[in-house]
């Protein structure tokens, strides 16, 4: 696994039926290469929910769909300038499946008079990624050869008898 970098993506997408399919290729594509692969059912399915939402009931399709990824956490906002629908009027379910999906969801006004409707993942123990990269391993150039057969020169102690007669007897 390597380390997770904090990532960002924006989309801004008119939404039409033939658009959510696209859009859904495009979310899976980048959880992806942040190798969140565990996520993409879960975000697409609840991404699709809402741009469908959107689809169906608002007058205008103009979309913006962010995501937000820190190494623990996984933020995704989808959001509308339409007045027209609000979250307590969003279908029968559709923030149900978000709830049951994710592991914690909101919803937001915007200045324009729309919304951001968010929901989060938070990463497992076993998906965790350090966020500080690891030291770089060697490379080729840097290391070294490991030495063929050294000889080891003899111990001061292990001087024949023959040496230390000579140097012991007077002359």
Same mark, same amino acid.
């Given at each position: 696994?390597?380390?997770?970098?904090p990532?960002?993506?924006h989309?801004?997408v008119?939404?039409?039926?033939?658009?959510? !399919?696209q859009?859904?290729?495009?979310?899976?594509?980048?959880?992806r290469y942040?190798?969140?692969e565990?996520?993409?059912?879960?975000?697409?399915?609840?991404?699709e929910?809402?741009l469908?939402?959107?689809?169906e009931?608002?007058?205008?399709k103009?979309t913006?769909?962010e995501m937000?990824?820190?190494?623990?956490h996984l933020?995704t906002?989808?959001?509308?300038n339409?007045?027209?629908?609000?979250?307590?009027k969003?279908p029968? !379910?559709c923030?149900?499946?978000i709830?049951a999906l994710s592991?914690?969801?909101?919803?937001?006004?915007?200045?324009?008079?729309?919304?951001i409707?968010?929901?989060?993942?938070r990463?497992?123990?076993?998906?965790?990624?350090?966020?500080?990269?690891?030291?770089p391993?060697p490379?080729?150039?840097e290391?070294?050869?490991?030495?063929r057969h050294?000889p080891?020169?003899?111990?001061?102690?292990?001087?024949?008898?023959?040496?230390?007669?000579?140097?012991a007897?007077p002359?």
């Amino acid at each position: 696994m390597k380390p997770a970098v904090p990532c960002y993506y924006h989309l801004d997408v008119e939404v039409s039926p033939e658009r959510v !399919g696209q859009v859904k290729r495009i979310l899976a594509a980048h959880l992806r290469y942040w190798n969140l692969e565990i996520l993409v059912e879960s975000v697409c399915h609840c991404a699709e929910a809402l741009l469908r939402t959107i689809e169906e009931h608002a007058a205008d399709k103009n979309t913006t769909i962010e995501m937000w990824w820190n190494g623990q956490h996984l933020i995704t906002a989808v959001s509308d300038n339409s007045q027209d629908i609000g979250p307590h009027k969003a279908p029968q !379910g559709c923030l149900a499946q978000i709830a049951a999906l994710s592991d914690g969801w909101g919803c937001c006004a915007t200045g324009a008079g729309g919304k951001i409707i968010w929901f989060s993942w938070r990463a497992r123990a076993a998906e965790r990624a350090p966020l500080v990269p690891p030291a770089p391993a060697p490379s080729l150039r840097e290391a070294r050869r490991t030495p063929r057969h050294v000889p080891l020169p003899e111990p001061a102690l292990s001087v024949s008898r023959d040496k230390a007669e000579a140097v012991a007897a007077p002359v």
